[in-house]
Every structure is written in structure tokens, then in C-alpha cells.
């Protein structure tokens, strides 16, 4: 969040904030319409309905002007420099910035049709159908059926035992975790391993039944394999739920995927196909990002 | 020369001995280009050499001032003519005082026998020698090991090693300071715990229910048989205590709890410190605050519904007490809470728990530890609080769970029996001992029982 403090706001810091002297290439004229996204930003059935987003930190504006559509059931892959707002955007889907003293959302962000910013809003019920998984795996330290027994305990999706032990099965099940654990479920979580950590916290999300999964960075803690067995998930997972993730590693933002947005400085320069965008990005900033002149 | 003298001497010959070695090393670096062809950097050469100017010396001086004086007294006591070298440890004392009163010329020699001021010369004779002497030693040893660090400051010998060697042992015995004054406490009240009970049985003293210490001074004396019985103590004390910590435990707890999870950075940083302030309050505050201002409320309002009150109760002392600890919980379990890391909260936030159950379920397993600790610190402070119980509670012991009636507590009582004119030996005087033991191991349970749970209970975070 620090770093979004320290960017450069208007658009002649934007040339010399961002971009190491010594990868510059690009042609200085180079500059961002304030809310003009090129490519495909919206949808014709979709799940988040976002229009002119901005979000303060105190003084500072993280997010300038976005406006995005995100599809029901797709793979939606934020990428970016450090810094360019893609996580601070993320939060506001599930309204995870409330707990920000000094951060403000404004514009209009819409879950099927209901305002997520609405003062009578019930942050509870919109988390529950919203989930999220973090870049460092957070287990509880509890134990691995209590963990993914939490969020089904607090909203009360389970009348019996028998009931929760079935959700809490299937979750690991889908996490691909069952049979890892199935034989350990008392054993403490934050004795597993950090891939198995995240893939706990995956199951641990999708046992509310959630229809979104908000995803931070959730492999950039994890080894290779780890890595892989994650993507592997996402890939599962996005037959029956839609999911944004955030990520720095552009092979798996092409990999997961299906649709890829481009941020930068707050800006959303870019949203295509994740096939166009890194095949033949439409904007300069977008390909200058993704051939690694820059970011 | 005086022991007090001789101390910063000595630290001034060991700052001289730092400088010359500092300097030294520079000018034995010099020709060989620079402190990067030292084994070490000037620092641990200079250090070294303080350190075996002062260390030796001080050791010496130590055991001087230790020793000197028992070594006078029995030379002078053996110059004694044989008639008069006194036969019980009381009379060689008063023999003694003698001696150095008129040494230290309190004591006109006219009034006292031959061979008492002659061994009053004796004593000053030994002081004066033994001054001198002590004087010489000292600051040659001092001068010595100086000068033979001094003459050790050379390229290849590592003066870092002996250095950080010399610092752990000083480490060493700092730690060993606490432990062993601790061990002593203990030990010297074991044994004049061992005598009391010497003088009443162990049985009456743990199972007795009734307290009453005057014991008779003159075998002629009515009315004060004396009874031992630490049952209504210990009743009292946990009575008061159980009071305090049912008032300081849920409000200092559920304080930190907001200071933590809900309040603004601005309202944390202003609330917190004047929470801590309510522990700076000195206790005799408490005290007459509690004595003149929450005792007789309580007593109105007990007689107002209809209740019988004494003007001094349990319940006033408890209260205030209560009050007095709140920040050694708050305070604790805040920061306990505070270090519970941010994203565990987030996890739990982000699967739609509200912030209570967020607090419940997540943080406060995970903070356990740190919260026992607080009550811990908290039931220590009650249990060993004194001046709040003597102003509001009273010292009188009954035997009762009436918290509107009036108690005393095992410190209370021992601040009564050591002060007033008593023999030391008397069963009155020993018994303090005794219920300082008690009070020793009823706390030591406590922390072992209180650890025990926690490891039981507590969510280990990382």
C-alpha cells in the first residue's frame, strides 16, 4: 500500500515514476485517457458490474476512474507493475478495504444487480458469497477440519455433524487436498507445507458455497510445484465459480485465464481475450509490460 | 585508603589502561598499514586491557570488604586475656561493640576494663594495617594486569576472542545474581519457617480456623494464648482476590479487546496511555479511596436493601483492587492481541465472520498465552496487595464468604506481626515467615497451573 502512496498521480510524473531509465524505450508520448480502457472491458451478462471506480488512500488516488465488467464464470487475470492497483481493486469486490481507516471506494459496484457499497449492505452475506484467497496462506491455527469447518460453523450451513463432515470433505475434495489429509484432519494446520497451506485456504473459501473467488497473488509464496498444482485447481475450479486473480506471473495469468486486464498507475489501460493480450496487445503500455521492457 | 575510594580509582587506572592500549594498537597498526592488518579491532584491544586492570582488582577488593571485618573481630576477640573471652555468640557481640565503640572513641576508656581499650587499640591497629595493605595490593594488581595488556597489544593476538570470552562470563554471573538471590529468599525463609513450626504444629498452623497471634510475653500474662490457624487468612485473600479479578478480568479484557480491534488509531493513542495511568496511581490512593469513599457507600447501600454491612468489607477492597489491576490486563492482553497477525484476521474477515466472531474464534485462541499471562500478573498483584486490604477491609480475621463483612489477608497480617516491638524468636514473629512461605507456594501453583492450561489451550500462530 506504500507504494501507491509514493506514484505519481498526473500523467507527466507518469513518464519518469514507473519506468527504469535504463529499459526506456517507449515513445514519450505515450499517455493514459483517464477511464478509457482499451479492448473488451465489458460484458454482456455480468457477475460484477463495475463503473467509474475510484478508490482513495487518504489524499491519494489509487484507482483512477475504472470501469469494468466481469463475466459470470471466467478466469479474470489482473496484471501489472507493482504498485499499479490491482489488489486495492480487488478488495473492493468483497469490500475487504473497509478495515482501511483511511480508504475510500467511490462509483458504482454492482454483485448481480445489488450494490456492494450500499451504507445497508451486509458485508457478512456479501464475504460469504464472495470468497478470498490471500498471497501468504493464512491458515488458522487450528486444525485442518477446523479450518474448513470455520466459515460453514459461522453462517450455519450445517444442521448435523454428518452434514458438516460432508462439506468439509467435499471442500478438501475439490481443493484437491482429501487425500493428502484425510487421515490428519485433527493434526494443526500451520504444521502442513506452504502449498498445502494454500490449497487449505482454497478449501477454506470455497466450503461457504461462495460464487466469486477473489484471488491475491496466491502462488508468489509457493515453489514450483505448488505453483502448479494450484493453476491445476483454478483451472477445476472455474467451471462453477468466477474468479479474478491476481497475479505477477504473466505465464500464469496466459496459463489460468481467460480474460487478462492491464493495470497501470491505476489506470486499466487494457482488458482482451488472454490469447490477444499476449499475442497482439492493443496498447503500447500493455506490450511494452508483457515483452519486459518494464514492470 | 576507604573501599569507596579506591572503587573509581581503580575504574580510572582502567580508563588509562583503555586509552594507552588504544593508542598503542593504532601505533603498532601503523607501520603495517592500517587496523585491517590487526587481528582485532582497536576497540577489543583497549577493552581488554580494562578489563584485566578492573576485573582482578575488583575481585580482590570484593573479597576485602567481605572478609576484613570477621577476620579483625576473631584476632581481636582471641587477644582476649583467657577469663575474659566471652562464652555465648550474645556476649561476644556486646563485647565486640564495646570494643569498637571505644576504638571509634563513642565510649570514654576510663568506664571499661584494661583489656578492653587495650584491644580497642588492637582493633584500630589491624583497620589501619589492613587498609594499607588492602590499598597496595589493589592497585598494584590493577597497574599490573594493565601494563601486561598493554604489553599484549600485538598484531597477532586476537584480543576480540578474549573479549567477547570475558563478556559472557559477565552476562553469566548478572543472571546468577537473580537466580541466586532468589535461591536465598527461599532458603531463609524455609528456615525460619522449619522454626516456627518448631514452636506450633504444622497441623494447627494449615488446618486451624482461627487467628489470633498475641502470644504472651511474661508467663504471667492473661488472655493471649495465640492461634495459628491460616484457614481465615487464605479465605480472605482469595475472597478479596476473586473480587478483584471478577472486576479486572471481563472490563480489562474487553478494554484491550476495543482498544485493539475497534478503536480509531487516534482514540488507541490517547486511551491507552490513560489507561496506564490508572497503574501509576500510588496504592495508598487506592487505599483511601477505598476506606473513605467505596466502603461507606456499601454499607449504605447494603443497609438500604436491607443487608447488614460493616464499615469495612471485603467487597469495598476487592473493588478498588479491582480497579488498580485493570491495566495490567488491558495492557497485555492489547499488546498480545496486536501481535496476532493481520492476515488471520483477514481470513477470517474475508469467509464473512463479523469482527466479534473474528475476535472469538480467531484472535483470542491465538492470544491466549499473552492474556494468561496478564490475569497471572494481575492475581499476583491481588493476592500480594496490602495497603488497599488494611484501610478497607480491616484486620480483623473472619472466618466467612460475606464479602460485606470484613476480612484481612496473609500480607496484611505479616505487615502486623513484623512491625510493632517483638522478640525475634517468638512464635508471633516466625509465623510471618510461615505465611510468606505459604503465600510463596500458593503463587508458584498458580503459575503452574496457569502454564499448564495454556499450553493446553493455546493456537500457536507461527
Given amino acids: 500500500?506504500?507504494?501507491?502512496?509514493?506514484?505519481?498521480?498526473?500523467?507527466?510524473?507518469?513518464?519518469?515514476?514507473?519506468?527504469?531509465?535504463?529499459?526506456?524505450?517507449?515513445?514519450?508520448?505515450?499517455?493514459?485517457?483517464?477511464?478509457?480502457?482499451?479492448?473488451?472491458?465489458?460484458?454482456?451478462?455480468?457477475?460484477?458490474?463495475?463503473?467509474?471506480?475510484?478508490?482513495?488512500?487518504?489524499?491519494?488516488?489509487?484507482?483512477?476512474?475504472?470501469?469494468?465488467?466481469?463475466?459470470?464464470?471466467?478466469?479474470?487475470a489482473f496484471i501489472g507493475p507493482s504498485g499499479c492497483g490491482k489488489s486495492t481493486f480487488l478488495r473492493c469486490l468483497n469490500r475487504m478495504n473497509d478495515s482501511i481507516d483511511i480508504c475510500r471506494v467511490k462509483g458504482a459496484l454492482h454483485l448481480d444487480d445489488q450494490d456492494i457499497?450500499?451504507?445497508?449492505?451486509?458485508?457478512?452475506?456479501?464475504?460469504?458469497?464472495?470468497?478470498?484467497?490471500?498471497?501468504?496462506?493464512?491458515?488458522?491455527?487450528?486444525?485442518i477440519y477446523d479450518n474448513v469447518a470455520y466459515g460453514p460453523r459461522i453462517h450455519g450451513l450445517a444442521n448435523r455433524k454428518s452434514d458438516l463432515d460432508d462439506i468439509v470433505e467435499n471442500s478438501l475434495r475439490k481443493a484437491g487436498l482429501w487425500n493428502e489429509v484425510k487421515d490428519r484432519l485433527?493434526?494443526?494446520?500451520?504444521?502442513?507445507?506452504?502449498?498445502?497451506?494454500?490449497?487449505?485456504?482454497?478449501?477454506?473459501?470455497?466450503?461457504?458455497?461462495?460464487?466469486?473467488?477473489?484471488?491475491?497473488e496466491p502462488c508468489s509464496a509457493l515453489d514450483p510445484i505448488a505453483t502448479a498444482k494450484v493453476e491445476e485447481l483454478i483451472a477445476e475450479l472455474s467451471a462453477s465459480y468466477t474468479i479474478v486473480i491476481v497475479t505477477h506471473s504473466m505465464q500464469q495469468a496466459a496459463r489460468v485465464s481467460h480474460r487478462t486486464a492491464y493495470f497501470h498507475l491505476g489506470h486499466l489501460v487494457e482488458v482482451n481475450d488472454t490469447d490477444k493480450v499476449f499475442t497482439s496487445p492493443e496498447h503500447e503500455l500493455t506490450e511494452s509490460y508483457i515483452t519486459g521492457r518494464f514492470g | 585508603m576507604q573501599t569507596a575510594n579506591l572503587l573509581p580509582l581503580v575504574l580510572v587506572i582502567a580508563m588509562v589502561a583503555y586509552a594507552l592500549a588504544y593508542m598503542r594498537s593504532r601505533s603498532v597498526a601503523a607501520p603495517l598499514g592500517g587496523i585491517r592488518n590487526l587481528k582485532a579491532l582497536p576497540f577489543y584491544y583497549a577493552a581488554r586491557a580494562a578489563l584485566w586492570c578492573a576485573i582482578p582488582a575488583l575481585i580482590i577488593l570484593g573479597a576485602w570488604a567481605g572478609f576484613e571485618g570477621k577476620v579483625i573481630q576473631n584476632m581481636v576477640i582471641s587477644s582476649?586475656?583467657?577469663?575474659?573471652?566471652?562464652?555465648?555468640?550474645?556476649?561476644?557481640?556486646?563485647?565486640?561493640?564495646?570494643?569498637?565503640?571505644?576504638?571509634?572513641?563513642?565510649?570514654?576508656?576510663?568506664?571499661?576494663?584494661?583489656?578492653?581499650?587495650?584491644?580497642?587499640?588492637?582493633?584500630?591497629?589491624?583497620?589501619?594495617?589492613?587498609?594499607?595493605?588492602?590499598?597496595?595490593?589493589?592497585?598494584?594488581?590493577?597497574?599490573?594486569?594493565?601494563?601486561?595488556?598493554?604489553?599484549?597489544?600485538?598484531?597477532?593476538?586476537?584480543?576480540?576472542?578474549?573479549?567477547?570470552?570475558?563478556?559472557?562470563?559477565?552476562?553469566?554471573?548478572?543472571?546468577?545474581?537473580a537466580i541466586l538471590t532468589t535461591v536465598g529468599i527461599v532458603f531463609s525463609v524455609i528456615f525460619e519457617t522449619v522454626r516456627f513450626f518448631g514452636k506450633v504444629p504444622i497441623t494447627e498452623f494449615l488446618f486451624g480456623t482461627s487467628w489470633s497471634p498475641q502470644t504472651a510475653l511474661r508467663a504471667d500474662q492473661v488472655g493471649a494464648d495465640g492461634a495459628f490457624g491460616i484457614i481465615p487468612l487464605f479465605t480472605g485473600t482469595l475472597l478479596i482476590s476473586f473480587i478483584a479479578l471478577a472486576v479486572s478480568v471481563p472490563v480489562g479484557l474487553l478494554s484491550a479487546v476495543y482498544l485493539s480491534e475497534?478503536?480509531?488509531?487516534?482514540?488507541?493513542?490517547?486511551?491507552?496511555?490513560?489507561?496506564?495511568?490508572?497503574?501509576?496511581?500510588?496504592?495508598?490512593?487506592?487505599?483511601?479511596?477505598?476506606?473513605?469513599?467505596?466502603?461507606?457507600?456499601?454499607?449504605?447501600?447494603?443497609?438500604?436493601?436491607?443487608?447488614?454491612?460493616?464499615?469495612?468489607?471485603?467487597?469495598?477492597?476487592?473493588?478498588?483492587?479491582?480497579?488498580?489491576?485493570?491495566?495490567?490486563?488491558?495492557?497485555?492482553?492489547?499488546?498480545?492481541?496486536?501481535?496476532?497477525?493481520?492476515?488471520?484476521?483477514?481470513?477470517?474477515?474475508?469467509?464473512?465472520?463479523?469482527?466479534?466472531?473474528?475476535?472469538?474464534?480467531?484472535?483470542?485462541?491465538?492470544?491466549?498465552?499473552?492474556?494468561?499471562?496478564?490475569?497471572?500478573?494481575?492475581?499476583s498483584r491481588a493476592i500480594g496487595e496490602t495497603m488497599i486490604v488494611v484501610m478497607a477491609a480491616g484486620l480483623a480475621a473472619h472466618l466467612t464468604a460475606n464479602p460485606l463483612d470484613s476480612v484481612t489477608t496473609v500480607?496484611?497480617?505479616?505487615?502486623?506481626?513484623?512491625?510493632?516491638?517483638?522478640?525475634?524468636?517468638?512464635?508471633?514473629?516466625?509465623?510471618?515467615?510461615?505465611?510468606?512461605?505459604?503465600?510463596?507456594?500458593?503463587?508458584?501453583?498458580?503459575?503452574?497451573?496457569?502454564?499448564?492450561?495454556?499450553?493446553?489451550?493455546?493456537?500457536?500462530?507461527?
Avoid at chain 2, 507456594?441 to 493455546?458: F, G
Fill in chain 1, 1 to 76: 500500500m506504500n507504494t501507491l502512496n509514493t506514484t505519481v498521480s498526473n500523467e507527466a510524473g507518469l513518464q519518469n515514476a514507473a519506468v527504469t531509465p535504463a529499459k526506456e524505450e517507449r515513445p514519450a508520448e505515450t499517455v493514459i485517457e483517464e477511464g478509457q480502457t482499451v479492448g473488451t472491458p465489458f460484458s454482456d451478462d455480468p457477475k460484477f458490474r463495475l463503473r467509474n471506480v475510484e478508490v482513495f488512500y487518504g489524499a491519494d488516488r489509487a484507482i483512477k476512474n475504472i470501469s469494468l465488467d466481469i463475466a459470470r464464470n471466467e478466469v479474470i
Fill in chain 1, 117 to 143: 457499497y450500499d451504507p445497508k449492505r451486509d458485508v457478512v452475506e456479501l464475504r460469504a458469497r464472495v470468497g478470498m484467497v490471500f498471497q501468504k496462506p493464512n491458515p488458522f491455527p487450528k486444525s
Fill in chain 1, 186 to 216: 485433527d493434526a494443526t494446520a500451520t504444521g502442513m507445507s506452504g502449498g498445502q497451506q494454500q490449497r487449505l485456504c482454497i478449501a477454506r473459501a470455497i466450503a461457504v458455497s461462495p460464487e466469486v473467488v477473489l484471488m491475491d
Fill in chain 2, 80 to 177: 582476649l586475656p583467657s577469663e575474659s573471652v566471652p562464652q555465648t555468640p550474645g556476649e561476644a557481640s556486646l563485647v565486640l561493640s564495646q570494643i569498637s565503640n571505644v576504638a571509634a572513641g563513642k565510649l570514654d576508656p576510663n568506664f571499661v576494663p584494661a583489656e578492653i581499650v587495650g584491644a580497642a587499640d588492637l582493633l584500630g591497629q589491624l583497620r589501619a594495617q589492613s587498609s594499607q595493605f588492602k590499598t597496595t595490593l589493589v592497585l598494584l594488581i590493577a597497574l599490573l594486569g594493565g601494563t601486561f595488556a598493554w604489553t599484549r597489544v600485538k598484531p597477532h593476538i586476537n584480543a576480540r576472542e578474549n573479549v567477547e570470552r570475558t563478556l559472557r562470563w559477565i552476562f553469566f554471573v548478572c543472571a546468577a545474581v
Fill in chain 2, 262 to 379: 475497534y478503536a480509531t488509531k487516534p482514540m488507541r493513542a490517547t486511551l491507552k496511555p490513560m489507561l496506564e495511568m490508572l497503574a501509576g496511581v500510588p496504592t495508598v490512593v487506592y487505599g483511601f479511596f477505598a476506606a473513605l469513599t467505596v466502603a461507606p457507600f456499601i454499607r449504605d447501600l447494603a443497609e438500604g436493601i436491607g443487608l447488614e454491612a460493616s464499615s469495612q468489607s471485603a467487597l469495598a477492597a476487592g473493588l478498588v483492587m479491582g480497579i488498580m489491576i485493570i491495566p495490567f490486563v488491558s495492557s497485555l492482553s492489547d499488546d498480545v492481541i496486536n501481535a496476532v497477525p493481520q492476515n488471520l484476521r483477514d481470513g477470517s474477515l474475508a469467509l464473512g465472520a463479523t469482527q466479534s466472531e473474528t475476535m472469538k474464534n480467531v484472535i483470542f485462541p491465538a492470544a491466549l498465552p499473552g492474556i494468561m499471562g496478564g490475569i497471572l500478573l494481575a492475581a
Fill in chain 2, 411 to 462: 500480607t496484611v497480617q505479616i505487615v502486623t506481626l513484623l512491625t510493632g516491638d517483638q522478640e525475634f524468636d517468638s512464635a508471633k514473629t516466625l509465623a510471618a515467615f510461615a505465611l510468606g512461605m505459604m503465600l510463596f507456594i500458593v503463587t508458584l501453583l498458580l503459575n503452574v497451573v496457569a502454564l499448564k492450561i495454556v499450553r493446553k489451550y493455546r493456537e500457536q500462530y507461527d
